[in-house]
Every structure is written in C-alpha cells, then in structure tokens.
C-alpha cells in the first residue's frame, strides 16, 4: 500500500488494486433481509411488482392475505426479526465454509436494517424489531469468525418522493442524494466499517448525480476502511462492468473464463428471487451441482 491519494476520477479510483484479501477468500454469502421478507413472496421486489407493475399474482396475492388498503409500510411493525439469534448466523456462516458475508443493509424499499438517523421511521430501529440488525451482526460476526463483514446499500429507492422529484427534473437536482443516499452511505462506513461496500441501485441517473467519485475517493483516501475496503462496479448509470471495484456486470454474472480485471459471479440459489420467498418450490433451487459447475 503506497500513501498516493486518489482523486474523485475515476480514472484515478479505477487505477486502485482490489485488495488481495478479496483474491484469496473467494466464497461469500450474500444476504437479502427486508421488509419485503414479511410478505415474502415473488420477490425482494414485492412492492415494485405489486404497486407499480400491478402484477396479477401479486394483486391477488394482497386479496387474498390482507385486508383492503393495506399499503406497503404496514409491513413494517410486521417486520420483528423475533427469531434473529446474530450468533447462530455467525456460526452458521462459518461453517458453511464461506469468507465474507454481505448483508443488505437497505434494499430499493428504503428501508434501512440500522437505526439511521437519515430514514426517519423507516428504520429497524424505531420500527419492526427495535434493534439495530446491521450493528448486531457486525459484532457476531466479528466476535465469533474471522469472516470479512460487508454492506449492500441501495442508491435510490423505488418510491421515496425526493428521489421521485429528482428523477422528474432529469437529476438536474440532487435532493435526494446530498439528504438521504449519501448520508447514509457515510454512516455505515463510520459506525460499521464494512470491508465490501456492495452498491446497486443507480435508479437511471449518472453517477454524477450520486457524487460517486467524491464519495469513492473520501472511502479510499480518508475513511476507516480505506486500506482494506473492496467496492463493486454500480455507482451509477453505466458504471457497472467499467468502473470502481470487482465487476459484477449483471446479476449471476458468470464469463466462463478468468477476467483481467477481478470480478464476482453474485449468484442465488433460488432461481426468481434473491429473498426468501414462501412460494419458492423445491424445483425453484438450484442444486449443489448446477451451482459450482462452470456454465
Ligand atoms: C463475544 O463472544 C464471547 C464468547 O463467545 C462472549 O462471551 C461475548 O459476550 C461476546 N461479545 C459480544 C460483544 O458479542
Ligand atoms: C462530492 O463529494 C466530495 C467528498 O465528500 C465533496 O467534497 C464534494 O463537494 C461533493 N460534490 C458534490 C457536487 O456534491
């Protein structure tokens, strides 16, 4: 590690290596947790595919099980996490043989798993299980294993009305990153330092729009993390497959063949759905097999 700063380009943030503790651990478990976990069903993309794509089986799915009116945020107080034991994760984890652990610590819905002070009432915290979810993995984790802890965090978010208000004047506002995203992001990297910061979400705006280059350089140059993080390649309207970290490209991203540059196959085991869903058949998983093997 030398003591060069990078500056917010990405010509200089791409020209960062991925640090080699990424090379050698090779196997993570990649975790999607969330209020879409109440209604658990299609998708972690519940809320979109019900309220937006107003998709039948979601439609009816709403009919059949809650009572009329019911929106979205009511399944948050429904969200209690009763049975989340961190330290039974933590053991778990280790002994399925994996490395590093990257838990969703806000997906599209906006809700955030700790108690942040930008996602006022929409937060696991003051909502749902009243405990602090990313906090207390973190420490199970770090306590019990030698796994490297790591944070998904979403840019925009579906329906949040800044983002909305935004996106309606081209993202020549930026509202909603300088009061929510970003905050956000500068949080999680102070409170929890998180060795993978795994971004998705770029909503169709630049990455201008997100300041992804300030933000980068800030976590390469300045923030807790900055000799041992890893990043990956959404920051924005296509930067991914070109610019920050490992490439992930697309979701299940798999070339066959070895990349000059390093990259992750970020992969399900249920084939539709990163989230649990509890109309997920047993045909749905992939076996053991159909995961390892080279397609
Ligand atoms: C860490 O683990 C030890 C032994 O399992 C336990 O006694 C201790 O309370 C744990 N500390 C935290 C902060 O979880
Ligand atoms: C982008 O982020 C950097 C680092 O935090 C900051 O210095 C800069 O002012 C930001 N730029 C904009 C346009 O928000």
């Known amino acids: 590690m030398g003591c060069a700063r990078y500056d917010p380009t990405w010509e200089s943030l791409d020209a960062r290596a991925v640090p080699a503790w990424f090379d050698e651990l090779k196997f993570g ?3 999607h947790w969330g209020v879409f976990s109440v209604p658990s069903f299609g998708s972690e993309w519940f809320w979109w595919y019900w309220q937006k794509e107003r998709r039948k089986s979601y439609v009816k799915f709403m009919e059949d099980n809650y009572p009329p009116g019911f929106r979205y ?8 996490a009763e049975f989340f034991d961190p330290n039974r994760w933590a053991d778990i984890l280790e002994a399925s043989g994996a490395k590093y652990v990257v838990l969703t610590s806000k997906h599209h819905e906006g809700f955030t798993l700790w108690g942040s002070k930008y996602s006022w009432n929409w937060n696991a915290v003051d909502v749902g299980p009243k405990r602090d979810i990313v906090a207390e993995l973190a420490a199970s984790i770090r306590n019990r294993t030698d796994l490297r802890f790591g944070l998904y965090h979403s840019l925009f978010e579906w329906f949040n009305p800044l983002f909305l208000d935004d996106a309606s004047n081209m993202f020549k506002t930026r509202t909603f990153p300088t009061s929510k995203s970003l905050p956000e992001l500068y949080e999680i990297v102070n409170k929890y330092q998180p060795e993978i910061l795994w971004s998705d979400g770029d909503g169709n705006a630049p990455d ?3 300041n992804s280059t300030g933000f980068l350089a800030w ?4 923030s807790p993390v900055r000799d041992t993080v890893v990043t990956n390649d959404r920051w924005g309207a296509g930067s991914i497959c070109k610019h920050g970290g ?3 490209c697309s979701d299940r991203y798999n070339p066959g063949h070895l990349l000059p540059h390093k990259w992750e196959n970020c992969m399900t085991i ?3 759905s990163w989230g649990y869903r509890r109309n997920a058949q047993l045909r749905d998983y992939l076996t053991i097999e159909e995961l390892v093997k080279v397609q």
């Open 219 to 222: 976590l390469y140059n300045d």
């Open 29 to 31: 478990v990649f975790i």
């Open 73 to 80: 945020e009511d399944f948050g107080p429904l969200f209690t």
């Open 270 to 272: 249920d084939k539709w």
């Open 246 to 248: 490992y490439y992930t």
């Open 208 to 210: 201008t729009y997100w």
